[in-house]
């Protein structure tokens, strides 16, 4: 099989049920960025030798695919079975963040990001979650089946963070605090 179908020569691609939309549209930017999103945390997961990190972001990416076809998915449907997100997946982010933060300071000033490249890469993820929850959440105000991806993804956020300063102290490396000038 060939990876080039020139179908999307015309600006146009396809979602999952058959309907043909502009690659410009609200769906498709919305999962092209999970997919970005699903990408930088394969780079964090691939700079950062943590076994457990590595475990639950591949899980973590794992569940972005999962929300990724949802996303893709035409408004009437597909007759395709597709994966569901896992019923515990958000809870599972709370316990893996509550396990980080019991090995980290009490948060008592604004960071700013950088500190160490991996924690950097940590949180420029957060980023881009942040605007893929966008993306899902004026797609969800047009068409209302995206409460649970939603939850997830401002989660995966919070997790997101947590892991930037977990990443900060485990490699030694201390926060930049945010000192605003007066």
């Keep these: 099989m060939k990876i080039y179908t020139k179908t999307g020569d015309d600006g146009t691609t396809g979602l999952i049920g058959g309907v043909r939309v502009k690659k410009s549209d609200a769906q498709i930017d919305a999962y092209g960025t999970v997919d970005e999103l699903n990408g ?10 943590h076994p457990e990190t590595q475990a639950q972001l591949m899980h973590i990416q794992n569940q972005l695919f999962v929300i990724g076809s949802h996303l893709a ?16 997946a958000i809870e599972q982010l709370e316990r893996w963040m ?8 009490a948060l008592k000033h604004f960071i700013l990001p950088g500190g160490h490249v991996v924690s950097s890469y940590a949180q420029i993820a957060r980023c881009v979650c942040r605007r893929a929850e966008r993306s899902v959440v004026a797609m969800d105000e047009v068409n209302q089946r995206f409460a649970l991806e939603i939850k997830y993804i401002n989660r ?17 490396k201390e926060e930049v605090k945010w000192e605003p000038k007066h």
Excluded: C, W
């Design 40 to 49: 930088y945390l394969g780079l964090i997961r691939d700079s950062f030798e």
């Design 73 to 88: 998915t035409a408004e009437k449907g597909s007759s395709m079975s597709l994966p569901e997100l896992e019923g515990n």
């Design 98 to 105: 509550d396990h980080m933060d019991e090995s980290l300071p």
């Design 156 to 172: 995966l956020s919070d997790y997101l963070f947590v892991l930037a300063r977990f990443i900060l102290q485990e490699f030694g």
